[in-house]
Nanobody, 115 residues
């Protein structure tokens, strides 16, 4: 069964907001770090935001002040609140975790920001 399931993508106008969710299996959620990545057509997959087991967060420069990563330990879920979205944020967003030494990826969710 799927161990990471992303939801919440969609089409939004520039300046709008979306919240992505990533429901994880308990073993993955209890790992050291989980993160959101994104990939646009023809580009590499880049990290957007990460959160450690202790709650320390990190962001790529282009989303600082606009995006916020968080987690709900009762639901084994991490979130990515995206505000003031820009057309350049358009991408498929992926959730990443770890199972032992193995990377685990979700199926991705499309975010499209229209100008």
């Amino acid at each position: 069964q799927a161990q990471l399931v992303e939801t919440g993508g969609g089409l939004v106008q520039a300046g709008g907001s979306l919240r992505l969710s990533c429901a994880a299996s308990p073993r993955i959620f209890s790992g050291k770090v989980m993160a959101w990545y994104r990939q646009s057509p023809g580009k590499q997959r880049d990290m957007v935001a990460s959160i450690t087991a202790g709650g320390t967060t990190d962001y790529t420069d282009s989303v600082k002040g606009r995006f916020r990563i968080s987690k709900d330990i009762r639901k084994n879920t991490i979130y990515l609140q995206m505000n003031d979205l820009k057309p350049e944020d358009t991408a498929v967003y992926y959730c990443r975790g770890h199972l032992g030494v193995a990377d685990v990826w979700g199926q991705g969710t499309q975010v499209t920001v229209s100008s």
